[in-house]
Antibody
Framework: EVHLVESGGGLVKPGGSLRLSCAAS????????MNWVRQAPGSGLEWVAS????????YYADSVKGRFTISRDNAKNSLFLQMDSLRAEDTAMYYC????????WGLGTTVTVSS | IQMTQSPSSLSASVGDRVTITCRAS??????LAWYQQKPGKGPKLLIY???TLQPGVPSRFSGSVSGADFTLTISSLQPEDVATYYC?????????FGQGTKLEIK
């Protein structure tokens, strides 16, 4: 069974940084694309970034391009999202999601950007 | 690619047939998925490839496509179907979602 657990969320000031992690289990991690998807309070889902299993294809939403960096460690079955130059509008629940379309999702980790 | 989903909210009675529509701004073939998100929970994949039901999803859910219009249908609404439903294109990045349809019981 696929299991995804996000961590690393918290309260950060505008302009600050945060690194999210997603621990994956139950599948051959290195074989599959992974995604970060976020949901601002009371809003819909927004795809943030994707990375292919072999790290050959990396994509970002325009809203985070140049500020966020997606990465993965296939040896440790882990996905990461480095978030720099954070803004109030980055406040959201951040989900780790497996494959496209996303067959499994974690429970999410909350990021709050506020002074 | 923009995904335009309608309606934004919907209220229906138990047993009703419910239809939600999603339109892609350009061709995405059948690379369209539907998700269900219940309050306080993460999304759940219902349908992929426009019309293929994810294993374990009740057969009252179905998906179809006509040109650029994709449709999610619930044939007989049940109380446990109260949720917000999203479409998503996955033909290529950006993997945009529709705005969501909040479904309630009358």
């Amino acid at each position: 069974e696929v299991h995804l657990v996000e961590s690393g969320g918290g309260l950060v000031k505008p302009g600050g940084s945060l690194r999210l992690s997603c621990a994956a289990s139950g599948f051959t991690f290195s074989d599959y694309t992974m995604n970060w998807v976020r949901q601002a309070p009371g809003s819909g889902l927004e795809w943030v970034a994707s990375i292919s299993g072999r790290l050959t294809d990396i994509y970002y939403a325009d809203s985070v391009k140049g500020r966020f960096t997606i990465s993965r460690d296939n040896a440790k079955n882990s996905l990461f999202l480095q978030m720099d130059s954070l803004r109030a509008e980055d406040t959201a629940m951040y989900y780790c999601a497996y494959r496209n379309p996303s067959v499994s999702w974690g429970l999410g980790t909350t990021v709050t950007v506020s002074s | 690619i923009q995904m335009t989903q309608s309606p934004s909210s919907l209220s229906a009675s138990v047993g009703d047939r419910v239809t939600i529509t999603c339109r892609a701004s350009r061709g995405i073939s059948n690379y369209l998925a539907w998700y269900q998100q219940k309050p306080g929970k993460g999304p759940k994949l219902l349908i992929y490839a426009a019309s293929t039901l994810q294993p374990g999803v009740p057969s009252r859910f179905s998906g179809s496509v006509s040109g650029a219009d994709f449709t999610l249908t619930i044939s007989s609404l049940q109380p446990e179907d109260v949720a917000t439903y999203y479409c998503q294109n996955y033909i290529g990045a950006p993997y945009t979602f529709g705005q969501g349809t909040k479904l309630e019981i009358k």
